[in-house]
């Protein structure tokens, strides 16, 4: 089945940009989401097919996807974006329809 | 705005039923354009998809082939909610349980979640 690996820690100064990889073979070809998750609580959908924001999230944070590489990108870093993220992929022949991340805990200085 | 509430008990003994109620307010079970999901996560397993529940003119299940034989998810359109109900859990059941939304708007993402329902199998 499907697998999509994540660094498990991110580090970044404030005002700095935080890159974000999720890994997975041809992930190009698959819609690749996005989930912030503060400690105690839900995730929160930050991102979906590749680079689309729900409303209510900033424009400081990005994505993109390309090759066997998504990336979320965290631009102008603030305290308040210290969280895990997770990246989430669709795939019928897996055990599980949905794939995630193991997710990346994204510490600011 | 679209609210997700779960309910249940949080501490269960090996071999009994797990059994975790999602009410929703501001959309409808019925919907034809959404699915409801139940997920978990475990330090051990991360974020794990457990089935999911849908009416396209009839209802529609699909559960994870790990879990088939043991979960079923059933919608109440009387009460607009969700449930899950896990057989025969055990320790490796541990773990925060979470109702999600998926919707046309955001296709294969879940764009609603429960506050989540921490439950343990311990004897």
């Known amino acids: 089945s499907y697998m999509v690996t994540q660094p498990p820690s991110e580090s970044v100064a404030p005002g700095q940009t935080a890159r974000i990889t999720c890994e997975g073979k041809?992930?190009?070809?698959?819609?690749v989401h996005w989930y912030g998750q503060q400690p105690g609580q839900a995730p929160v959908l930050v991102v979906y097919?590749?680079?689309d924001r729900p409303s209510g999230i900033p424009e400081r944070i990005s994505a993109s996807n390309s090759g066997n590489t998504a990336t979320l990108t965290i631009r102008r870093v603030e305290a308040g974006d210290e969280a895990d993220y997770f990246c989430?992929?669709?795939?019928?022949?897996?055990?599980?329809?949905?794939?995630f991340g193991s997710g990346t805990k994204v510490t600011v200085l | 705005q679209v609210q997700l509430q779960q309910s249940g008990p949080g501490l269960l003994k090996p071999s009994q039923i797990l059994a975790l109620t999602c009410a929703i307010s501001?959309?409808?079970?019925?919907?034809?354009?959404?699915?409801w999901n139940w997920l978990r996560q475990s330090p051990s397993r991360g974020l794990e998809w457990l089935g999911r529940?849908?009416?396209?003119?009839?209802?529609?299940?699909d559960y994870a082939v790990s879990l088939k034989g043991r979960i079923t998810i059933n919608p109440d359109t009387s009460k607009n909610q969700f449930s899950l109900q896990l057989n025969s859990v055990a320790p490796d059941d541990t773990a925060v349980y979470f109702c999600?939304?998926?919707?046309?708007?955001?296709?294969?993402?879940?764009?609603?979640w429960g506050q989540g329902t921490m439950v343990i199998v311990s004897s």
């Open positions: 999600a939304r998926e919707s046309q708007r955001t296709p294969e993402a879940f764009d609603v």
């Open positions: 501001g959309d409808n079970v019925s919907n034809n354009t959404t699915t």
């Open positions: 529940t849908s009416y396209r003119s009839k209802w529609f299940n």
């Open positions: 041809n992930i190009a070809t698959k819609s």
């Open positions: 097919d590749d680079s």
């Open positions: 989430q992929v669709c795939d019928t022949g897996s055990d599980q329809r949905f794939v």
